[in-house]
Each structure stands twice: as structure tokens, then as C-alpha cells.
């Protein structure tokens, strides 16, 4: 409780030993923290847009729809789909699906604990790759996309099976 404040006292304290000028040096940290939020802003603002278009369309359903016959033959429990697919784009969006999830099924069930454990072993590649590129102006991504999804598609399988065998 009193962790913040305390770390918050020795910087200053440090800073006035050192003779720094503390507060014109976290200003002027201000100032570029601003500057960042400015440049990443538009990136953001069209992909919760798009996340927001495309959840109200009833996208990740059908597309959730679309790959469940894969899943099921991968192993993948059909419920969890509908998770795989909306967390690499929102974070919100997939707490919500995950909270659902674990409603329905319970925290203890195996789709309740494959759920929670995709969820938390796969990244929004999606939205960090907005907010990260998008603050120092990166806007050819390469291979970033297809290594990152890769990356989350391992994720997800790892986590099912993994689950599955010890679950």
C-alpha cells in the first residue's frame, strides 16, 4: 500500500542528493510521454474502431464458426474458439469471452482451465503491434504479423494439449 509513495520519496530524495533538477526532469518526461501518446493515437483510435466494426458485425462469430471443424479435428475443445480467435485483436474483448466462458463452464472444468490458460499464454498481437510500431513510426510490419500469430497459434496449442495431458 505504501510501496508507491515510498519509491516515489527516494527518487526525490536521490534526484536532490544528485542536485537534479527533479521536477523540470519530470516535466520534461511529461511532455514526451505526450508526445508519444500523440503518435500512437491515430493507430489506435482506427484499430478499436475496426475491433469495435467487426464485433458488432458478428465477424468473430462466423469466422469462429468457419475454423471450429479444423479445431475440433486439431483437438481444440469448439468452445475455446470463439476465445482463439478474438485474442489476438482485443484484450478487452477476449476478457470478455474468457469471463463467459468461465461462467458457462466453470473455472475447474477443462474448457474453463484451456480457456484461461490460452488467454494467458498468447499475446493481442494485434494491439501491441499498433502501439509499439505506432510509437516510433514503423509502418511496414515485414514478418512481424505472420511470426507473432504464428507465435499465438503455437500458444494456443500448446495450451489445449497441455491441458488436455494434465489438466
Known amino acids: 500500500m505504501y510501496a508507491v509513495p515510498v519509491i516515489i520519496g527516494i527518487i526525490v530524495i536521490f534526484g536532490a ?11 520534461e518526461g511529461a ?22 466494426m467487426l464485433d458488432a ?4 462469430e462466423l469466422l469462429a464458426d468457419a475454423l471450429s471443424p479444423l479445431c475440433v479435428s486439431a483437438g481444440v475443445p469448439p468452445q475455446v474458439v470463439p476465445l482463439a480467435v478474438i485474442r489476438p485483436v482485443t484484450g478487452s474483448g477476449s476478457f470478455a469471452v474468457l ?8 473455472a475447474d472444468s477443462l474448457i474453463g482451465k484451456t480457456a484461461s490458460v490460452i488467454s494467458g499464454s498468447t499475446e493481442t498481437t494485434f494491439y501491441a ?18 511470426a507473432a500469430l504464428t507465435a499465438d497459434m503455437i500458444g494456443m496449442l500448446t495450451a489445449v494439449w497441455s491441458c488436455a495431458a494434465f489438466g
Open 17 to 27: 542528493a544528485k542536485r537534479v533538477p527533479v521536477f523540470d526532469c519530470f516535466t
Open 99 to 106: 469471463s463467459g466462458i468461465i461462467d458457462k463452464y466453470g
Open 31 to 52: 511532455k514526451e510521454g505526450l508526445k508519444s501518446v500523440l503518435s500512437i493515437a491515430p493507430s489506435l483510435i482506427g484499430l478499436i474502431f475496426a475491433v469495435t
Open 57 to 60: 458485425s458478428g465477424f468473430f
Open 129 to 146: 503491434i499498433t502501439v509499439y510500431y505506432g510509437a516510433v513510426g514503423i509502418k511496414k510490419t515485414r514478418y512481424t504479423v505472420p
